[in-house]
């Protein structure tokens, strides 16, 4: 099973609103991964958690704000957001950070407008 | 530094004419290899992988050989489908920084017609 879950499929909010975005994965995978995907570009990396501590921060503004409860489980909690962020968010994971061999599996994102 | 470099789409073809999709990548070290496929309106499912020169990774009917004399990781598929008809990326995977970074290329927007 390579199955990665992500919570809600589509979420529309306002600027002042705060949400979260939740995914899942039962692999035993020890690295976590959110991307932004804007409307045909390739995804951008966000932050990366290993072992459920952030490793990368990829300069992402406060307004995204990760959190790893767990080995399982990941969430983006927003809050402030501007319509630009309007984007798919994918959540991935992989097996570890230790090797460029590991294959990093795909969630199938969460639509999210911002109005 | 690292890059990935796709051929621009879109790629329209009729059903069963065979598919090319050029990925040439820019590298330090060993990186490994992959073609994710999107979708409309879905995440990134990994295609094929290959990790090593001269491995050839291959699912669906896809095929791609890890090409290290020319830094390219071609996708073919002898007799494409409408079902195919999807956005491709081609991507590396190195260990820098610490940690398992993958680089996208543009993506390459494929259609499909019967």
């Known amino acids: 099973d390579t199955e990665v879950t992500q919570t809600p499929k589509h979420l529309v909010m306002g600027m002042t609103n705060k949400k979260s975005l939740k995914c899942e994965q039962h692999m035993g995978h020890r690295a976590m991964y959110w991307y932004k995907q804007k409307a045909k570009k390739p995804p951008e990396l966000m932050f990366v958690?290993?072992?459920?501590?952030?490793?990368i921060n990829e300069s992402v503004p406060s307004r995204f704000s990760p959190e790893c409860p767990n080995s399982s489980l990941l969430n983006l909690h927003l809050h402030a957001l501007q319509p630009e962020d309007s984007a798919l968010y994918l959540c991935a994971s992989s097996p570890g950070l230790q090797t460029s061999t590991d294959t990093q599996y795909f969630g199938p994102g969460t639509r999210l407008t911002v109005l | 530094g690292n890059s990935v470099t796709q051929m621009e789409g879109p790629v329209t073809l009729s059903e069963e004419a065979f598919l090319t999709i050029n990925c040439t990548y820019t590298?330090?070290?060993?990186?490994?290899l992959f073609w994710y496929v999107q979708y409309p309106g879905e995440g990134l499912q990994l295609l094929l992988k290959a990790t090593k020169a001269d491995d050839k990774g291959s699912n669906k009917g896809f095929e791609a050989t890890y090409r290290k004399e020319t830094t390219s990781f071609h996708l073919e598929k002898g007799s494409v489908q409408v079902s195919d008809s999807a956005v491709y990326f081609c991507?590396?995977?190195?260990?820098?920084?610490?940690?398992?970074?993958?680089?996208f290329g543009a993506g390459t927007r494929l259609a499909v017609h019967p």
């Open positions: 590298a330090t070290g060993y990186p490994s």
């Open positions: 991507a590396l995977s190195t260990f820098s920084g610490g940690y398992n970074k993958l680089i």
């Open positions: 958690y290993s072992y459920e501590k952030l490793s």
